[in-house]
């Protein structure tokens, strides 16, 4: 009989749950008692917490060097306050062995990053750097250039750090996810047994999530498209915050040792649902992943008592598989409830906080099935059937080629450009891909520009081409601040894919402001 009992990590045999076995990560100070609660309870599934700090590297510094360090931290999340190099000089961060290495020359918030420069999150002001595995990060200035006096160096004021697995465990008492005994493993634990559900595994990435929360995610179709849940991924500002990591899984079988992640950050936000709980993104650096493989959607209704599987990253774990429902070699993971109510399907298959956004596959086709996103046993998919139509349009289902794109898309780019004080245009790029033949003839351009005398600012919008369209001139009259609103342009002459570029110019002295975001709707 398949009844509710409370978490039970006794028999769970994992890469982490080793490690803390063998006594690698020191016992950490109790974690409030966190209240019994159900996964579903739909939120980001929290795995650390943001520390204060106030390190600086300066050129009068006698140090180029400074070390964060939290013993037991399963990661370490770095945020510039300040950032103003000298011309050739950067600034990486790094774990002490220098194997995850970021490199910044320039704060890329501001558009001053070098070419080949590291991919960053961005939440509130200044940036975030990509978050380096295990509990030390080192900040090195590397210096060649000579400074000038506006080249400060650099200010760390705070930073994110993951719990120990002591601390999670401690945190995730009362959670009710889990249904009798824990039967989820390390997914190479399965290799050579069930080497079609490893394979799947690999397809699927740990996302995290503002740098303290979690959720799990999936390359679906052969584009770059990822989906995850509404409640993990709800905005396009959101998704500038995550990393998503792939292939961070153990190793061996029950052993200490996750490999090195490949660590995405999110583009483009695409689709989503709150009522059905998904979102459809894609991420930068896609030919990083491209490597491993996606997943395809079993567009149909799921039938009582057919099995399934489920890969995710449960507790923010490396990649486990849910493929027995109690013990190895037992009764396997199966429907339940066909449909638990008008978007769901039921199973008593293993997950926990974490897991929401994780692939339920159908053992028959190896296809998705459902999109889990609710805990409690029975835990709870949204039904595939009921995805689909939605972003059909937006994605390859078949493995070969992608479908013709459809009209609109929205692209964006939230990265501050400053504008000099009655000096030389500046621009910021927005990159548009996937649309078919011209730019519609009303073109929306969603502009927002921070400045204190916008009078002074003349803006265009320049197509792909070199082609010009005037949004805006200067006036010496109008003294309100910023720039705020939407422009129609009839852009049906040009190619609607390539690089467009709004161009700002300030032709008066005495007051500043930077481009803070700007958007094409097609």
Aim: with cysteine.
């Amino acid at each position: 009989m398949k009844i509710l009992r409370k978490m039970s990590r006794a028999l769970l045999l994992t890469c982490s749950a080793a490690a803390l076995a063998v006594g690698s990560m020191p016992t950490a100070a109790a974690a409030p008692e966190a209240p019994a609660l159900s996964e579903g309870q739909q939120r980001a599934y929290q795995v650390g917490e943001e520390q204060s700090a106030d390190l600086r590297i300066d050129y009068a510094a006698r140090t180029a060097r400074q070390v964060i360090s939290r013993p037991g931290s399963s990661y370490i999340k770095v945020h510039f306050a300040a950032f103003a190099l000298a011309k050739g000089d950067r600034v990486t961060v790094s774990d002490p062995t220098g194997a995850e290495t970021y490199t910044y020359s320039g704060d890329p918030t501001k558009g001053l990053a070098a070419s080949g420069d590291s991919l960053f999150t961005r939440q509130g002001d200044g940036f975030w750097a990509m978050s380096i595995t295990g509990d030390t990060a080192i900040v090195t200035l590397h210096r060649v250039g000579k400074p000038s006096s506006k080249d400060t160096g650099v200010v760390v004021d705070k930073y994110f750090r993951g719990y120990s697995k002591a601390e999670q465990v401690e945190r995730d008492r009362g959670i009710l996810s889990v249904c009798q005994t824990d039967a989820r493993r390390d997914a190479v634990c399965y290799q050579q047994s069930h080497p079609t559900e490893y394979g799947k595994s690999k397809s699927v990435a740990k996302i995290l999530y503002n740098g303290a929360s979690h959720c799990t995610a999936w390359r679906v179709g052969s584009t770059n498209r990822l989906m995850t849940n509404n409640h993990c991924i709800g905005s396009s500002s959101e998704l500038a915050s995550m990393e998503m990591w792939f292939d961070y899984a153990c190793a061996t079988c029950g052993g200490n040792n996750p490999k090195p992640a490949v660590k995405v950050t999110g583009a483009q936000f695409l689709k989503t649902s709150a009522s059905l709980d998904y979102t459809l993104f894609s991420v930068n650096n896609f030919a990083s992943i491209e490597s491993f493989g996606y997943l395809l959607l079993d567009v149909r209704a799921p039938v009582r008592n057919e099995r399934i599987y489920i890969s995710g990253h449960g507790d923010g774990d490396p990649n486990e598989l849910s493929i027995f429902e109690d013990t190895q070699g037992g009764a396997t993971c199966d429907v339940d409830n066909p449909a638990s109510d008008s978007i769901n399907m039921g199973y008593y298959c293993d997950t926990s906080g974490g897991s929401s956004g994780s692939p339920v596959f159908a053992a028959s086709s190896n296809k998705v099935i459902a999109l889990h996103h609710l805990g409690g046993c029975l835990n709870e998919g949204t039904r595939i059937e009921l995805i689909y139509p939605e972003i059909k349009d937006l994605i390859d289902n078949g493995g070969g080629t992608p479908p013709p794109p459809p009209p609109g898309g929205k692209f964006e780019n939230l990265n501050n450009v400053n504008i000099p004080d009655a000096g030389a245009a500046v621009t910021s790029d927005v990159t548009v891909t996937g649309q078919a033949g011209n730019a519609p003839s009303t073109l929306k351009v969603n502009v927002d520009i921070k400045h204190t005398w916008r009078g002074d600012l003349v803006i265009d919008l320049v197509a792909p081409d070199g082609s010009a369209y005037r949004l805006k001139n200067s006036s010496s009259n109008d003294s309100a601040d910023n720039v705020i609103t939407t422009y129609t342009v009839n852009a049906s002459t040009e190619v609607a894919n390539g690089t467009w570029k709004l161009k700002v110019q300030d032709v008066a002295r005495y007051d500043t402001g930077y481009i803070d975001a700007w958007s094409l709707q097609f």
